[in-house]
């Protein structure tokens, strides 16, 4: 069991509101958008996605660290976690330390003992805001600066091209911030795939032939993506299958000549259900995004809205209606979550 002493720690948000809770994790300040997510497990796949670079994740799930963590080697990409009970003690036959130690090993600030239903409400009701946690609840002035006015894609992405497996159907991964399942879905179906920096220009020959564009999830505003948006509309002149996947799915219908918008709370949960445009079959999907596509901005004689929010009705992937183009705005691979979407790989793998 783990030995702790309860140090004082206090969430701010910018509104205001203030939080007393307990230290653990990494002892010094987190700054960043606060954002929920509703997740009942699966807290190292989320802590390790780069999708919530920049951001403090407050967990709703009451129980969090039970467990443990994994062997991983993955980055975590959050600035700080807020979470209700923290569990001391953890059982897990994978299990090799405590959340408490991978967040110190990684210098991650957390905080538990505060509701995070409660913050949750705010969030829902007012949007995600900026926040910061403050161990020891030190008096500090607010100067907290917005971390989606970065290029935080530029932030994650790979910074050099790789390659994983061999063959003779090549997909050119836009890394825009990528999931590691992502790839392994592909090599595990046979393809190879050529992992480039979010900004690469993948068609001027230096990575030879391919046969199909996957653009990969990722955290921030899409507007700051204008290099990745050119080179997706030259492999569209080129009519080379995309899928634009999360992240990817706003860059594709920028690419056609669409806009986004950010969304209130943003979606980050493994439970949203969304209705595909052809069957009105609905399907639960694990989301992370904070951007939706303004569908209305769209061709409509070319493109139809592929999938909408149950929820919320916000289009949540496009698809061209007679060249080989689509979207989505969530996984369809997740470790420990749906899986019910994977058939879109095949579908992708199929147009090549």
Same mark, same amino acid.
């Given at each position: ?20 809770g ?30 919530y670079s ?11 660290? =039970? ?83 970065? %290029? ?6 790979c ?10 159907k ?28 979010? =900004?690469?220009?993948? %068609? ?13 999830n ?21 009519n ?30 493994? %439970? ?16 992370v ?8 901005t ?7 809205e592929?999938?909408?929010?149950? =929820? ?22 997740? %470790?420990? =979550? ?15």
């Amino acid at each position: 069991m783990q030995s702790f002493d309860k140090t004082f720690s206090t969430l701010q948000l910018e509104n205001g509101l203030e939080f007393q809770g307990f230290l653990f994790g990494y002892t010094a300040p987190a700054e960043g958008e606060v954002v929920f997510s509703t997740i009942m497990s699966g807290y190292p796949e989320a802590l390790t996605d780069p999708s919530y670079s920049g951001q403090i994740l407050c967990i709703t799930y009451p129980l969090i660290g =039970n467990y443990g963590v994994p062997a991983i080697d993955d980055k975590i990409h959050i600035r700080g976690l807020i979470v209700t009970d923290y569990s001391f003690d953890y059982s897990h036959w994978r299990a090799v330390k405590s959340l408490d130690q991978w967040l110190k090993e990684q210098k991650i600030p957390a905080i538990y003992g505060v509701d995070t239903r409660q913050i949750t409400k705010v969030l829902r009701d007012s949007g995600s805001m900026l926040g910061r946690i403050i161990p020891n609840g030190k008096e500090m002035p607010w100067d907290v600066d917005n971390p989606q006015s970065e %290029n935080l894609v530029d932030v994650v992405s790979c910074k050099e091209v790789s390659h994983y497996g061999s063959s003779k159907k090549r997909v050119v991964l836009l890394d825009c911030g990528v999931r590691p399942g992502v790839i392994e879905a592909f090599t595990q179906r046979g393809i190879e795939v050529i992992r480039v920096p979010w =900004n690469y220009d993948f %068609n001027d020959g230096s990575i030879g032939q391919y046969n199909g564009l996957l653009i990969s999830n990722g955290p921030g505003d899409p507007d700051q993506c204008d290099n990745a948006v050119k080179n997706i509309k030259r492999a569209m002149e080129l009519n080379k299958p995309i899928y634009g996947l999360c992240l990817g799915n706003a860059l594709l219908a920028k690419a056609a000549g669409g806009r986004t918008y950010k969304l209130k709370c943003g979606h980050h949960s493994a %439970n949203q259900p969304v209705s595909m445009y052809s069957s009105k079959r609905c399907y639960i999907t694990s989301q992370v995004h904070d951007y939706a596509v303004d569908f209305s901005t769209l061709n409509s004689a070319e493109w139809d809205e592929y999938f909408t929010n149950m =929820n919320d009705g916000t289009c949540e992937g496009i698809i061209h209606k007679t060249k080989p183009f689509f979207g989505t705005h969530f996984y369809p691979e997740f %470790n420990g =979550n749906p899986d019910d979407t994977a058939f879109l790989f095949d579908k992708f793998i199929s147009m090549l």
